[in-house]
């Protein structure tokens, strides 16, 4: 295939440095000031975030605007971790605890049975995937007053346990990981198979170990996503020992008093490092993007 | 015509062929049932444990709040008086459940087709830019990573924030237009620019990625052949090529965005906290149900109320847009 599209590219690369039009040129100038205005306005939150978290409260609320502070404040985040009205650092905890307890238990669970589900046959896996197929009619987010009855009536409110538990059960992964799996090359699995190895044993030694770039963008994106929410964290972790990172910068807004300086520096601190995650995984979050948004 | 290179490629039609089923004496009949109770075991192993967790975290709430929805059940949620369809009715009849919905169709009608518009537009930008291209993707696909808590502070406090030093009274006072009290007051609607922007700058650069890769799948002969055949690159190649070809992907990208938008919770939530307009069905529900009266039985009216409309929408836009055909083949 490779070769196919180098052959038909090839014409068309030769004629590249052709002289241009002047109104081909005005139309690539016109492209690149529109693709750069664009970018630097996307980039705009993330320049207030640093801006206002280094500023002082009258940098910030000054009569002209002050572009960056002369003056750098970086003992916020002393400020920040010793605030005592909301306990930063362990929501911090919490987050990074609740982030990478969904990332294996999605790995583990749905690509397990992502995997059944494309590659076992059997009597009533049609009848299974319809069950999973019937939870990605009704969205999550409508079923938390339902999910939140069942879980408090578990105990689990306020719990590491509530806040992880009842997310790892994602219809839509599975559907993902099945859609893979059954695009997974055969005769991997079936060499493996007749060398003797169990399904189980094929799975973990040959199916898995070949699949790692799937399971890569399957990570970073539970990941994210775990890190990001709001909603169930915020009906779960009713005590502050409990709050995620989202329901800590939450209580910043809804407070009584308002310490702009110290809301920057929080939100800087809990967007940081998924900034960094997703600066250098980019590559797998790409892919995985554009592979499953497409098959979702 | 210009699809013609492709056509060969797809096997010829089905019908001919007779079912595939080997003849009559099917070999699993007889002395096959230990390999065969063996392959159910396989299965089970390899889906048991998440069905187990559907089935208690999803089916069973859902059943349970069904229940829940006929009886009175404040504060309870085992509750005793039962009270038939009165929720539902009570909820139908709610003005303040049936304006969260009218807030979410307003929210839709233009969150939807402006992402949509929005992420189209960067991926043909950042499609066609040689220069710097890693960077603008990068550019447009970072917001991501934020949540729309932090994006929602960031919008309050800075960016629309009310007073004068926020950064858009900031630039409308260079202009010597006065400042905008963005979210105080509903009075003009100034906080849909607000939340839409919000859902923008968070949403546009991840379905621009989709958008790019369906871009990319695009076989570069169709617009050599346009060319040969006269057509004019810019608009008429964009309507007669391009957008056809990213039918399947449209598609799923509204879908995408719609579901997400019935989600709407989190900025509404943060950003309009105390207000009492602008208020979708999720945040109405969540007060509804977690509030002073935690009343779990018309919570779970609404909620399954909701996830009837969610479903219906849904089944409608596929038959509309032929989605789950074309997409998934």
């Not at chain 1, 669970?109 to 009533?124: F, N, V």
């Not at chain 2, 607000?194 to 871009?215: D, K, N, P, S, Y």
């Not at chain 2, 617009?223 to 006269?230: F, M, P, S």
């Amino acid at each position: 295939m490779s070769a196919a599209t180098g052959v038909k590219a090839a014409p068309a690369r030769a004629g590249g440095p052709r002289p241009r039009s002047a109104r081909a040129v005005l139309g690539g100038a016109g492209l690149y000031t529109a693709t750069a205005v664009a970018a630097l306005l996307f980039l705009v939150p993330f320049y207030l975030i640093v801006r206002n978290a280094l500023a002082t409260d009258a940098e910030i609320t000054g009569e002209t605007w002050t572009f960056f502070p002369t003056d750098p404040q970086w003992s916020h985040i002393g400020e920040l971790f010793s605030d005592p009205s909301v306990p930063f650092a362990r929501a911090l905890w919490n987050s990074l605890v609740v982030g990478v307890g969904h990332t294996v238990g999605t790995l583990l669970l749905c690509s397990t049975a992502g995997y059944g589900l494309a590659r076992i046959p059997y009597r009533y896996s049609r009848a299974v995937f319809h069950l999973v197929l019937g939870t990605l009619m009704v969205p999550a987010a409508v079923t938390f007053v339902p999910s939140f009855v069942l879980v408090s009536s578990l105990g689990w409110v306020s719990s590491l346990r509530g806040l992880i538990i009842p997310g790892l059960f994602s219809g839509f992964t599975v559907f993902l990981f099945r859609q893979y799996f059954l695009g997974f090359p055969r005769e991997l699995e079936e060499a493996a198979r007749v060398d003797g190895l169990s399904h189980w044993s094929a799975y973990w030694r040959v199916v898995v170990p070949n699949s790692l770039n799937f399971f890569a963008a399957i990570a970073v994106i539970t990941f994210i996503n775990g890190w990001n929410a709001f909603l169930w964290p915020l009906v779960i972790g009713q005590d502050m020992e409990y709050w995620t990172v989202q329901v800590a910068l939450s209580s910043y807004l809804t407070a009584q008093t308002v310490n702009l300086h110290l809301i920057f520096m929080a939100t800087a601190v809990s967007v940081l490092p998924l900034v960094v995650v997703f600066v250098v995984l980019q590559r797998w979050l790409v892919q995985g993007v554009a592979r499953t948004g497409i098959k979702g | 015509m210009a699809t013609r290179p492709a056509a060969p490629v797809a096997p010829p039609a089905g019908p001919p062929h007779p079912p595939r089923r080997p003849p009559w004496p099917w070999p699993r009949r007889a002395g096959r049932r230990p390999a065969e109770r063996r392959q159910a075991l396989t299965f089970w192993l390899f889906t048991g444990p998440f069905l187990a967790g559907l089935l208690v975290f999803s089916y069973v709430p859902i059943a349970w709040s069904l229940w829940l929805s006929l009886f009175e059940a404040r504060s309870t949620v085992t509750p005793t008086e039962f009270v038939g369809l009165d929720n539902y009715v009570t909820m139908l009849a709610d003005g303040d459940f049936l304006r969260s919905l009218g807030t979410f169709t307003v929210f839709a009608a233009f969150a939807v087709p402006a992402t949509f518009a929005l992420s189209l537009g960067l991926a043909l930008m950042v499609h066609r830019v040689r220069f710097l291209k890693p960077f603008f993707r990068s550019a447009f696909f970072l917001p991501t990573a934020c949540s729309y808590v932090a994006a929602s502070l960031v919008w309050k406090m800075s960016v629309f924030n009310g007073v004068r030093f926020g950064l858009a009274n900031t630039v409308l006072g260079w202009f010597g237009v006065d400042s905008v009290a963005w979210l105080a007051s509903p009075e003009p609607p100034w906080y849909w620019l607000v939340i839409v922007t919000l859902r923008l700058w968070l949403q546009a650069g991840f379905f621009m990625i989709l958008f790019l890769a369906a871009l990319q799948n695009i076989p570069q002969e169709l617009y050599e052949a346009a060319a040969v055949d006269g057509a004019r690159t810019g608009w008429q190649t964009f309507r007669h090529i391009t957008l056809p070809q990213l039918r399947a992907t449209s598609a799923a990208v509204v879908l995408l965005l719609l579901i997400a938008a019935y989600q709407a919770f989190d900025e509404f939530y943060n950003l309009l906290d105390k207000a009492t307009w602008g208020r979708p069905p999720l945040v109405y529900l969540y007060n509804l149900a977690l509030g002073e009266n935690q009343d779990y039985g018309l919570g779970s009216a609404g909620a399954l109320l909701l996830a009837l409309l969610i479903c219906l929408v849904t089944l409608l836009q596929g038959r509309l847009l032929g989605f789950g055909r074309g997409a998934d083949r």
